[in-house]
């Protein structure tokens, strides 16, 4: 970018302006809650060039991507662009967050309004409210947005602010607001981002990326848009992951604003891929092996007795037809121990028409529960709805484990934990084994996941599935719940 445009722009009076009314929104390394943000030498580079003016006057880019890692201010200084939009871009002007999620957006929203009812002086310009910040002397308003974008068309937007932009898993959201702008003379649709995941080497899926290897392509020369501007801290593809050189160098923030004692625990119990996108900022392909080549045996002890006496857990994943049905328990203790109770797999020479046997499994799973002291059977009611309201009838435990993002990615990376950290032991089944040994992960907005290694796949995953419901439920038991959770007639409605 010609030095010219960076000094005829409007980078200086940007900064004067954040670190005259931007307050720190949280307790972190670089600083207390409530403390005068100070712009550290990279964010001021930022700055510069993201607010550059062209020789005729105007603003030389209306969208930008920026991309690092977790941990280095990004919704703070997202917050602050946020906030600088709201205040200096004109009257009437419309301001915008805008993520994936509702929740994911409030977090730049609540930053800003901390920031609002921290300072006397906004607090006399702007009213905060629940959803909305008003400046009544100027008509301007900012909001948070999330991904509905059904219900988002005839904005005039002026500035808006988009978080994690890798998360959004269609391009509606960001059309709405590149389109919003166009009654704008001088808009920004700032993206600030970390990578994520693609499927394949194309990236066609993800908005982020395609927009990334348009930067890339900018910034090598190969393409020439002034109106786009790419900024991009990240490790690169090839680095050793493992190497806190690499760290260092892909973090901006790193001994400053982030604290190296966190990315290096987070190295230890983070799977690679996770680590990759989240704390180097490198894009990855979506899946990956569950588990590190041999933690899995590492945690075997097939002598473990579970007695009658020990409280369990037991786990269903169950299905119809082709698939696989599988029960697997786990203890309440403070070493769980977890064990196959049994699957039933399609044999290779079944019949086309063979089927689970429905009951069959009803009663393995009653004569478990004759035999052991189980505070709780978790089970996705997907398909097995009669099944499972018929158990909850006759007295047991049923507890109802929906398969959602919000639920597996928590007890897959429990699991994931206490597995490399030794603090769990199995039973050493081989089938047990060979699916965990088939599970692979995929990346949501959440965390991780697990899931096959393609959609067609043979190889079943379904015993390591309720492994995973089974520890992920058993570290939050503490006594017998109420029975007969299931209520079949609000099932079927």
């Known amino acids: 970018m010609p030095h010219e445009d960076i000094l005829r722009g409007d980078g200086p009076d940007v900064i004067k302006r954040i670190e005259a009314l931007c307050t720190i929104s949280k307790d972190v390394l670089g600083g207390q809650a409530g403390d005068p943000m100070v712009l550290r030498p990279w964010q001021k580079q930022l700055i510069y060039r993201l607010f550059a003016r062209r020789a005729d006057g105007k603003r030389r880019h209306r969208v930008a991507l920026i991309g690092m890692p977790r941990k280095n201010g990004k919704s703070g200084i997202g917050a602050a662009f946020a906030l600088d939009g709201l205040l200096f871009d004109g009257r009437g002007s419309e301001v915008f967050s805008a993520a994936a999620e509702k929740e994911q957006a409030k977090i730049v929203f609540n930053d800003v309004k901390a920031m609002v009812k921290r300072s006397e002086e906004l607090s006399e310009a702007c009213v905060p409210m629940r959803d909305v910040i008003d400046v009544p002397s100027t008509g301007s308003v900012y909001r948070a947005l999330s991904a509905e974008a059904y219900s988002k068309e005839g904005l005039n937007i002026s500035r808006a602010i988009v978080d994690e932009l890798h998360a959004h898993k269609t391009e509606d959201l960001w059309n709405v607001l590149t389109l919003g702008t166009g009654a704008r003379s001088e808009p920004m649709v700032i993206a600030i981002t970390t990578a994520g995941t693609t499927t394949d080497q194309t990236g066609e899926e993800s908005i982020c990326y395609r927009l990334y290897q348009y930067g890339v392509e900018i910034a090598e020369g190969r393409h020439v848009d002034d109106s786009f501007f790419f900024c991009w801290w990240g490790a690169p593809d090839d680095a050793d992951f493992s190497d806190p050189e690499v760290w260092k160098a892909a973090n901006p923030g790193y001994g400053d604003i982030m604290n190296p004692e966190d990315i290096a625990d987070a190295y230890k119990r983070t799977r690679p891929n996770e680590f990759r996108t989240k704390r180097l900022n490198q894009w990855v392909t979506s899946t990956e092996s569950y588990l590190p080549q041999g933690a899995w045996a590492k945690c075997a002890a097939p002598d473990r007795v579970v007695d009658a006496k020990t409280k369990v857990i037991l786990a269903f994943d169950g299905s119809l037809n082709h698939d696989t049905t599988a029960l697997v328990g786990c203890t309440v203790e403070e070493k769980p121990h977890i064990f196959k109770v049994f699957c039933w797999e399609r044999p290779f020479d079944a019949d086309p028409a063979w089927h689970v046997p429905v009951m069959d499994v009803e009663e393995t799973i009653r004569e478990f529960c004759r035999t052991h002291n189980v505070v709780e059977i978790v089970a996705d009611t997907h398909r097995w709805e009669r099944s499972l309201q018929v158990l909850a009838d006759e007295g047991l435990p049923m507890v109802e484990f ?25 039973d050493g089944d081989e089938l047990l084994a060979r699916h965990i040994g088939n599970a692979r992960t995929r990346l949501t907005n959440r965390g991780i996941r697990l899931t096959k290694a393609t959609k067609k796949s043979p190889l079943k995953i379904d015993l390591a599935v309720a492994a995973v419901m089974a520890f992920g439920t058993s570290s939050n038991v503490k006594s017998p719940p109420k029975p007969r959770i299931f209520n079949f007639s609000d099932l079927l409605g």
Do not use: F, G, N
């Open 402 to 426: 929906p398969q959602s993002d919000e639920r597996m990615v928590k007890a897959t990376e429990r699991l994931y934990e206490a597995v490399v950290d030794e603090l769990i032991t199995h």
